[in-house]
C-alpha cells in the first residue's frame, strides 16, 4: 500500500542518519569510551585492583594506564592517520592539533614521569565523538532536503496499448502514458491527457491545498494524486524533472558560501596559529610565570592545542545556511545559494512586478453593464460573436466569461479587427463594433449626453436623443472614468444606431497581495514600489488596493531596471519580485531577484537568486522572516562559539579547564549547541489562512 511505502521511504531517510552511529569510526569510538570507563574504574573506584603490569623508560605502568592506550588506540586510530596526512601535506588543521596533542600527552607521561594517559585517551574519545556529532549536525540540517529526494518513486506504471506495465523510473521515456491510481506518486513531469483529480503539490510549491487538474494541466514528479484515476504524458525524463532540479540546485547553495562563511573561513586562518603560539608560550612561561610544575605546564599547552580547533565555529555558519535552505526548499522556495538567503535577510525594500506578481496576470470580465432594454446575457452574447475571432487578451477573456455564463454563440460574418480601437463583424446581418470608447465617437455617439433612466439599479439609455440633465449619462466623465479609476479596461459593445451595453475587463488583483504587503511592512521592510508597464491610471488603482507605499507606471524594461538602481543606492538592499521571464534584466539588478511560479518553468530556475515554486505572493514574508532569522541564527553561532572557545582557552593557565571539559564543552558541546539553534529555523512556516 502506500501508506506503507510512504513510513519505508522515511525509515531509510532514518536508518541513513542513524547508520552515522554504527560506522566502524562509530564503533572504534564505542570502544574506546569502553576502556576510558574501565580505567576510571580501576583508577578512582577499584584501586586495589589497579596494579603495576610494567615499566616503560623507568615510569610505571598500571592497568588503568594500560586502558587508557587501549582506548587512545582504538579512538586516536582516524585522528592520527588524518594528523599524518595533514602533516605531510603541512596543514595546519583539527586531525593534525589533535594528532598533536594525543602522541604529546604520551611523550609527556614518558618524559616527566607523570602519566597523562587518562587525558591522552579522553582526547581521542570524546573528539572522535565530537566528529561523529558534526557528520550528524549536516546530516540532519540536510533532512529536509534527503525527504525531498525521496518524493519521487522508484517505480511507474505506463500504459501499453491496451494493458499497462511497471517499469522503472529511469526506463520511462518522453511521450509515455503512465497511470497514476488515487493515493500513489506522480513518477515524472507531465500533462494530464486523462482524468480529473485533486493533486497534492506541497512537496514542489508548498501549496497546502491541493489543486485540481484536469486534461490539458501540468503535474509534477513528486506530488501526489489525492483521489482521482490519472493518465499522464511525460515530458521530462527521470533526472530532468522539476524535483530533480530542485534538489540539485538546493545541493549546489550549499556550496555557495555566505559573506559570513568567507569571514569565518578567513578568521580561522588566524585564529588556529595565535592560539597554538598561545599553548607554546604557556607551556614554556607557566612554570616561570605562574610557577607551575613542567608536567602541569604541558597539560595546559595541550589543552590549548585542542581549544586552538575551532570546529563549532567553523560548522557555525555553514550548519545554519543548510537548515535555512533546505527548510525553504520543504516549503516551496527554492533559495540558489547561501548567500542569496544572507542578502535577503538584509533587504530594506521590495520592488514588485505588476502583471502576474501583484496581479493573476489573466484577464477577467468584472462587470457587464447592460443598456437601452438589453440584458447582461444579451451584452455578453453580442461582445462573445464580435470577439471569438480575435487573438486579443481582451476578447479572449470576454469569450470566456460568456462561455461560463452559458450564453449561446452567435453566427458572424465579415470580422474585421479595427487595430487599436476594437472590432467589427455582422451579427444577423447587422454590423456590430466592440471596442474603446473612442470607437463609437467615430460613429457619431454622444457619450457625454447619454439618454437614460434607472429601473431596479440597471441603467438603460437609448442612443442620439435630446435629454436634460435628470436623465442623463456621461459616460465619458463618470462610467468609464469611474471603471478605469479601479484598474478596468472598457469595452463598448452596440450598433451604429445603439449602445447595448459596457463589458469592464481587468487583471484579477491576487487576494493574497494586500495581506502580503502588510505582512512585510509589519517585518520591517521600510518600503514597497510597484513597478509596471501599464498606463497611470490602471497602476494607480491596483496600488491604492494592494497598499505599496509607491508605484511607477509606464516603464519599460530599461526603465524598470533604472527605477531598481536607484533604489538600491537609496536602500541597503534590495528584492525585485517579478514572473522570471518578462523582468529578467531587474531581478538580475536587484540584491535579490526573486521569480514568482518557478514550477516547472527553466527559465524562472535560471533568472532568479530566489524561486517561489507556486503562484503563492504569501510565501514572500515566510522568505523574509527566514531570511531574518537565518542571519540572526548564523550571528549567534559565529559568537557563541568564538566565546566559548576565548573564555575556555584564558582560563585555561590559571588551571580552571581540564583537558576533558577543553574538548566537551568547546568541541562536542559547542557543535551540539550551534546545531540545535540552526535546527530552530524549521519552525519557521509559510502563513496559512488559519494563522
Known amino acids: 500500500t502506500d501508506s506503507s511505502s510512504d513510513e519505508s521511504e522515511g525509515q531509510n531517510a532514518t536508518e541513513e542518519r542513524e547508520s552515522i552511529w554504527v560506522s566502524p569510526r562509530a564503533l572504534k569510538t564505542w570502544i574506546s569510551g569502553g576502556f576510558v570507563a574501565l580505567g576510571l574504574l580501576l583508577e578512582f573506584f577499584l584501586t586495589g585492583q589497579n596494579v603495576q603490569i610494567a615499566s616503560l623508560l623507568g615510569t610505571e605502568l598500571f592497568v588503568a594506564d594500560g586502558l587508557f592506550l587501549v582506548a587512545v588506540a582504538f579512538g586516536g586510530q582516524e585522528i592520527l592517520r588524518n594528523g599524518y596526512y595533514s602533516s605531510r601535506n603541512l596543514n595546519l588543521d583539527i586531525d593534525f592539533l589533535m594528532s598533536v596533542a594525543i602522541l604529546g600527552a604520551l611523550i609527556a607521561s614518558l618524559a616527566f614521569g607523570e602519566a597523562l594517559y587518562f587525558e591522552a585517551a579522553t582526547l581521542a574519545f570524546l573528539f572522535s565523538i565530537a566528529e561523529l556529532l558534526e557528520r550528524y549536525s549536516m546530516d540532519r540540517a540536510r533532512n529536509s532536503l534527503r525527504e525531498l529526494m525521496d518524493l519521487s518513486p522508484d517505480e511507474a506504471t505506463v500504459k501499453r496499448d491496451s494493458s499497462t506495465e511497471t517499469v522503472p523510473v529511469d526506463e520511462v521515456a518522453v511521450g509515455d502514458v503512465v497511470v497514476v491510481k488515487p493515493g500513489e506518486k506522480i513518477p515524472l513531469d507531465g500533462t494530464v491527457v486523462d482524468g480529473e483529480s485533486a493533486v497534492n503539490q506541497a512537496p514542489i510549491t508548498g501549496e497546502s491545498v491541493p489543486v485540481d487538474k484536469a486534461m490539458g494541466d501540468e503535474v509534477y514528479a513528486g506530488t501526489i494524486n489525492e483521489e482521482g484515476y490519472l493518465e499522464v504524458e511525460v515530458t521530462s525524463e527521470a533526472g530532468d524533472n522539476t524535483l530533480s532540479r530542485i534538489v540539485e540546485m538546493v545541493e549546489d547553495a550549499q556550496s555557495n558560501k555566505t559573506e559570513r562563511e568567507q569571514f569565518v573561513e578567513r578568521f580561522s586562518a588566524y585564529y588556529t596559529p595565535v592560539v597554538v603560539a ?10 616561570y610565570v605562574l610557577g607551575t610544575t613542567w608536567p602541569t605546564a604541558v597539560v595546559y599547552g595541550l589543552t590549548l592545542l585542542v581549544l586552538a580547533c575551532p570546529c563549532a565555529f567553523v560548522i557555525s555558519t555553514p550548519v545554519s545556511v543548510v537548515s535555512g535552505i533546505t527548510s525553504a526548499a520543504k516549503n516551496g522556495v527554492l533559495i540558489k545559494g547561501g548567500n542569496h538567503l544572507e542578502a535577503m535577510g ?5 520592488a514588485f512586478d505588476k502583471t502576474g ?3 493573476k496576470g489573466e484577464l477577467t470580465v468584472t462587470d457587464v453593464v447592460p443598456l437601452n432594454e438589453n440584458s447582461e446575457e444579451d451584452v455578453l452574447r453580442c461582445a462573445r460573436g464580435l470577439e471569438q475571432r480575435s487573438e486579443h487578451p481582451i476578447g479572449e477573456a470576454i469569450v470566456a466569461e460568456a462561455g461560463s455564463m452559458g450564453v449561446d454563440e452567435r ?4 470580422f474585421e479587427s479595427i487595430t487599436g ?5 455582422d451579427l444577423g446581418g447587422t454590423p456590430h463594433f466592440a471596442g474603446k470608447p473612442g470607437l463609437f465617437e467615430e460613429l457619431g455617439f454622444d457619450l457625454s449626453h447619454v439618454h437614460a433612466t434607472t429601473d431596479g439599479g440597471v441603467v438603460r439609455q437609448t442612443a442620439r436623443k435630446i435629454c436634460d440633465r435628470n436623465n442623463c449619462l456621461d459616460l465619458l466623465e463618470e462610467t468609464v472614468p469611474k471603471l478605469q479609476s479601479e484598474g478596468k479596461t472598457v469595452v463598448l459593445v452596440g450598433t451604429e444606431d445603439e449602445l447595448e451595453g459596457i463589458v469592464a475587463v481587468a487583471d484579477e488583483i491576487r487576494p493574497e497581495a494586500a495581506r502580503t504587503i502588510a505582512r512585510l511592512r509589519d517585518l520591517g521592510v521600510s518600503r514597497t514600489v510597484m513597478l509596471t508597464g501599464d498606463n497611470e491610471r490602471t497602476a494607480r488603482a491596483i496600488a491604492d488596493q494592494v497598499g505599496v507605499d509607491e508605484y511607477r507606471a509606464e516603464l519599460l524594461p530599461d526603465e524598470k531596471v533604472a527605477a531598481v538602481e536607484e533604489l538600491i543606492e537609496e536602500h541597503e538592499g534590495v528584492a525585485m519580485v517579478g514572473d522570471g521571464i518578462n523582468d529578467a534584466p531587474a ?14 518553468t527553466d527559465t524562472a530556475l535560471e533568472t532568479a537568486d530566489i524561486a517561489l515554486m507556486g503562484d503563492d505572493l504569501a510565501k514572500l514574508p515566510y522568505l523574509y522572516e527566514l531570511a531574518n532569522d ?4 548564523i550571528r549567534q553561532n559565529i559568537w557563541a562559539s568564538l566565546g566559548v572557545k576565548a573564555g575556555l582557552a584564558l582560563a585555561v593557565p590559571f588551571g580552571y579547564v581540564p583537558i576533558w571539559l577543553a574538548v566537551l564543552a568547546g568541541d ?3 557543535t551540539m549547541a550551534v546545531t540545535g539553534n540552526a535546527m530552530r529555523l524549521s519552525r519557521v512556516e509559510p502563513e496559512t489562512e488559519n494563522n
Open 411 to 414: 453566427d458572424i460574418d465579415d
Open 278 to 287: 598561545f599553548a607554546i608560550l604557556t607551556t614554556v612561561g607557566s612554570p
Open 668 to 670: 562536542a558541546g559547542m
Open 421 to 425: 480601437k476594437g472590432v467589427r463583424a
Open 346 to 350: 538584509s533587504v530594506d525594500a521590495v
Open 630 to 633: 537565518a542571519n540572526g541564527v
Open 587 to 600: 531581478l538580475a539588478t536587484a540584491t535579490v531577484g526573486i521569480a514568482m511560479g518557478a514550477a516547472g
Open 357 to 359: 506578481t501583484l496581479t
